[in-house]
């Protein structure tokens, strides 16, 4: 059915009967002025992203069923980044009349799947028609007790910088996902070969938030002193964990957590691989500092974190190459307006 | 300078500076992944809006600086019509190279006014380039005690329905600015003539949200059954009052307030003023319903607010016109996708 033939309202029911809310804390969910939640004594930690077609994705390989997914993924990330755990989004989307109603179950779809995996309740937000194109904007509610809070300006010198995961996966997707799309455009009858890069295009289209390291850390009772998640790249996002802390860095290029397809991959793209797993974003790993007494208390391999660093009292920002040369290390990571 | 030279951190900074955290509950504000809020024991209300270049707005007759205050407005109105307390708002901005950084200021600084005025804290957003045009979308986020809040299903039968101030002057508004538009195109010599019509005009760019009406209610110790705002039409949205709360209506068409300047013009533009006033949006006034017992509590002409009507026991939703005919209220608000 055409979006424009169901109306605003009918989509909004469909949506509510779609999202009924099963949080404790959820006391009206969509369908009023405005959501109601009740966190108790709890802080509230509140989030929310923007994700606009032709900026941050491309719907020509980017199915709506994962962009639901990950609009939501996006800002969970950010909530657990608090060391906080989400409980409800609010998600407005605008769309132009080329969207089917079956388009737009079909991201809601993706947006249910997210929803009933993280165990958040979708309380509310905005439909409306755009001029052109696809526009989503997503809001995430959590809450946290005020002890456990871990924010980017809490690093102390010393801590040892940790990040979950690998990096560079989700850069190398986006890079092969352009590049068969491109091919594609050149030559219609190819069909993209995609097979070979399943790992990296999946870490591209349908990121993880990573709870089970919040999980992890809070079984463990250790607080990071500095957490963000890896959206702009590692190299710009432990820049901000530097600046606010007012602390130096000391990474070594071997510790970092880079796969063997990204190098693989790299070589066939002709990028250096480095640069790529430094620089390139959306990667929603948790980057964070621990002292080195909490670092002792975890056990790494379980958990799949990777020590990558440490941060140090002077401003200095550096690599440690595998050569032992030490470089200063720039961000290149994605920024808006650049 | 070109938004493109500040760069999008440049911009966040900018933004950090003008917009410290002023309330108490405001924990942590821009610059971190997430905001933090304490809210105590109270509820937390959440509501989220999104206005596009186009749909919502035509630059080429709103100002930035009302822009970026009608943003604030039509968020923090959904947190009123909660008979809630806004405290902190978020707000995401996307725009395309054309604007200038003056312009993104321009448009914070009607941020900052409607920030200051209804003294809330801007805590979080995301700033993104975009294709084309302008996208907004902001969360509000407040508090009130679980005994005050007011839903849309909370109306009784024999509630007398309220509405503050009067109606249909935005949608009047616009009508000019539409009209003057259209002039200007067709003849550019021509100046706008605008002054006849001020009040419409400034309804339409520079709304109110009515925290005076929830202040004024809460200093008689009257929590209204019901409450929405009226941004659909005052027909659409005690609609949403009348089908949440399974109840029917009887309004009187004598009882609306309709001003003087909103027949006049209704009849220079040709137009019906009664369908104006029913279905125009964007008014921002307060719609509720008192038990008789608090309506006898209040004063209405210290308030502005109008007795329009009453909620029946039957679904009927009518309208009883000048003379005595029974109509059915039907709603022809503003709709997307219709």
Known sequence: ????????????????????????????????????????????????????????????????????????????????????????????????????????YEFYDGVKIACDEYNVDLVGGDTSSSVSGMTISCTAIGSVDKKKITRRDGAKPNDIICVSGDIGRS??????????????????????????????????????????????????????????????????????????????????????PISKEVRKISEELNTDYLSSALNGGEEYELLFSLSPENFKKIDKKESNISPIGFFTHNNKKTLVCKDGREDELKSFGWKHFN
Do not use: W
């Not at 790249?233 to 070594?252: P, Y």
């Open 1 to 104: 059915m055409d979006i424009y033939q169901l109306g605003e309202f009918g989509l909004i029911d469909q949506i509510k009967k779609k999202f009924p809310c099963k949080k404790k804390s959820s006391l009206l969910g969509i369908g009023d002025d405005a959501a109601i939640i009740n966190f108790h004594n709890k802080l509230t930690v509140v989030s929310s992203d923007m994700l606009i077609e032709g900026i941050h994705f491309d719907l020509s390989y980017f199915p709506l069923k994962h962009l639901g997914y990950k609009s939501v993924i996006v800002n969970l990330s950010d909530i657990f980044s608090m060391n906080a755990i989400p409980s409800q989004i609010l998600l407005n989307i605008a769309v132009s009349s080329k969207f089917s109603s079956d388009a737009i």
């Open 171 to 256: 850069y190398m997707g986006l890079m092969i996902l352009q590049r068969e799309k491109s091919n594609f455009i050149k030559n219609p009858e190819n069909q993209p070969e995609l097979d070979n890069y399943k790992n990296l295009i999946e870490k591209q289209l349908r990121p993880k938030a990573r709870n089970d390291i919040i999980e992890y850390l809070s079984r463990y009772n250790v607080i990071p002193n500095s957490m963000v998640d890896i959206s702009d790249g590692i190299s710009s996002d432990l820049g901000h964990i530097s600046q606010s802390s007012n602390l130096g860095f000391k990474v070594f290029e071997e510790k970092l």
